[in-house]
């Protein structure tokens, strides 16, 4: 038989499936929908493998539930605007939106390559305006409900870039790109209030039973629910600034209370400042931390510092006592109050700074089973639970019932005519930024009038599309600096007025473009809810596979814009976009450094020398050292290229080998040799089926319940049964590994045929198993597939429209049962006979064990109890 040829198969097969419209999904169509989705692309320029990686996962899914009798839908857009547009503008001088719609038309090349079941009428690119102008209106929606928000915000500002930082953009106090020393400044900003929405995102978290673990964790943390006390202390009147009388703390250790030996307030702090006005010294110091920068990894790993303010605060159970208060790098401005006071004996933070500026460092809380007057904190704070000392009334008592009793007797108590204490619940999740001094990312549709304020575009006016004809000469905003865009008349009273220049974040393009696509068509808004949710509608989305990297962002945001969709009406209920959520792992590959840097697997050649392997550069046999596995990037040019393996081996082998060799959740390190022995596979599987395709020829399937053929189709039905299985629960190596398995049967039986050997029945039973076979690697390698139905037949047309064969039950069934043998009660051995031996059966063969003579001594045992397909005792 001739060889497989991929590169004149593959293209073949997707011009079938395009021709039947296979893949295009109607909203009204009665099946039960699924809807499948992988993240979407950012058009960054070309396919990486890890894009291959997950979008094959998703189009094993898809396939194998459109095969199941699902409505299946398994869309694809484009994640379209972000800043390197804007660069590649600025270096290249080509205009974002070309260099955008270049990539995408490039991109969407290589993923039709791939042979992927996408319905393509439903593609969506976020910076078009068909798209962008509902994430307008629904922005106004939002803010209309009170779920946006402008207000002051700090913000890293880069003086060379002129534009906002995130915190993740400023390293050690500079601008990522400028390396300028970054400003703090406070800017009037757009945000969507996603902590008016704290508790239902942490309550929906536990109804995410088909998400990793992990990522409901990370979100858990990030939405960071804490239940504390506010906490009120006196000043004492001579050390305290004019008009000022009392500090607030937020704690969540009040049990703590009697190990309190300092107070802290950030340096934003509003009584910091006040110190500072009478004491140039202190106000140098709280310059100096501003200047920090306020990212919380900064501020964790910077080392501790603080300045003595001279103003000492009373402790609230002891008039006589009194603590020191401190501005601290280490207290933040926007959690809790900025204040605290330090227990050293408990927290790390604080008895670092206790220790350097010597402060009292008395521990409130001993472990079990430890002296109390033996318990001391000098390098480690204790963290855990156990038993309260040194705490005058709270002496003996669980630090939760000193919490407790702390937080009652101080509600009881009232100073400045409120109670000392409060309980609060406090949330760690900040509300959204979104303002980006941007130009290529979605307009904030806001005109903003010197009488009127801000005042939305109306509705008649959207989109408020971005101009053509920018600059990217000059630093800074191009829409800020366009000569007329900015310039309109304002919508309520029509004076002039300028139009918002910041766009949003790219973030909240992603999130909501699963809700597009269940009808993209709307063109008058952003979702029809009869499509949307609901009976009829799609979403939850059933699977969603993407990169863990989205664990939190994304992820959180779409749940948040989900449930702001229901505030404003455009989904009817759903408030989990995501059912089921899948996380991959990534596609890492070998690393290789010349003498004159890193290269590429391209470039060398590997030998085994000395059972060592070798490598040196193809071109002049330079000698390279191999490096470490690492994720494909270019940096360490450790990068294989999907056109390339496509190229030569095709989009199946790439395919194959991405699904089998590890669990989709791992890391799969790229190897020539596992894509080669992918393609082996390819091969066999079709040499096999061509053989016996003209061996079978006019064979009728079935299975055989008896002779030669019923082990064959013993292991096709258990084999089909598996792989649905393990599609289901995405556990697509088992799957594979079972196909292999299944394969091994089937190759010596129709070599055996060939010789002609096996009877009719046989003979439909191999036909049955490998018509199986076909169908199950359809999802995996649906082009192969293709060929090799046509090859059987081609029965019922196309692979890719058959149904997923219904296994026999009887079949699947194990034949044989092994039971544990017990004497006396303790597991001896074990006994494998059929299943359906009677119990007379089961006692004659238990007793016929040697391990049992041994034990029975030659004697007639006591008794002999058998549980039927359970266990076996033989009592002594
Ligand atoms: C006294 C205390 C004693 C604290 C002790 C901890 C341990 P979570 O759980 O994250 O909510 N804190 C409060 N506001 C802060 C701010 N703006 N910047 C830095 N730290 C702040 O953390 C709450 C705890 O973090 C609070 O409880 C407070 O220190 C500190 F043995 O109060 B604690
Ligand atoms: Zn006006």
Redesign the pocket.
Known sequence: TERYNARTSEPKWQKAWDAEKLFETKNDDPRPKYYVLEMFPYPSGRIHMGHVRNYTMGDVVARFRRANGCNVLHPMGWDAFGLPAENAARDNKVNPRDWTHANIATMKGQLKTMGLSLDWTREIATCDPSYYRHQQKMFLDFWQSGLVERKAAKVNWDPVDMTVLANEQVIDGRGWRSGAPVEQRDLTQWFFKITSMSQSLLDGLDTLDRWPEKVRIMQQNWI???E?LLLRWALAEDTAPAGESELE?????????F??SFM?V?ADHPLARKAAETNPRLAAFIDEVRHMGTSVAT?ETAEKRGFDTGIRVIHPFDKNWTLPVYVAN??????????????????Q??LDFANKYGLPVTP??KPEGVDAANFQVTEE?Y?DDGTMINSRFLDGMTPDAAFNDVATRLAGVIIGGRPQAERKV?F?LRDWLISRQRYWGCPIPVIHCDDCGAVPVPNDQLPVELPVDVSFDKPGNPLDHHPTWKHTACPKCGKPARRDTDTMDTFVDSSWYFARFTDPWNATAPTTLAYVDGKNGWLPVSQYIGGVEHAILHLLYSRFFTRAMKATGHVNAVEEPFEGLFTQGMVVHETYKGPSGWVTPAEVKIEEVDGKRKASLLADGTPIAIGPIEKMSKSKKNVVDPDDIIASYGADTARWFMLSDSPPERDVIWTEAGVEGAHRFVQRIWRLISEAASLLEGVEPAAADAGAGATISQTAHKMLKGVGEDIERLHFNKGVARIYELTNVLSPAVAEIGTGVGDASHKAAVRQALEFLVVMIGPMMPHLAEECWAALGGKGGLVAAQSWPIFDPTLVMDNEFTYPVQINGKKRGDLTIARDADQAAVEKAALGLDFVQKALEDRAPRKVIIVPQRIVNVVA
């Open positions: 960071g629910r804490s504390g703390v937020y704690t969540t250790r009040p049990d703590t209370i190990g309190a802290a950030a501020l280490f207290v933040l401005m926007d959690y809790g109050t900025g204040a605290i006071f330090g227990c050293p004996g408990h927290d933070r604080d409130v809380v704070a963290g406090q760690r």
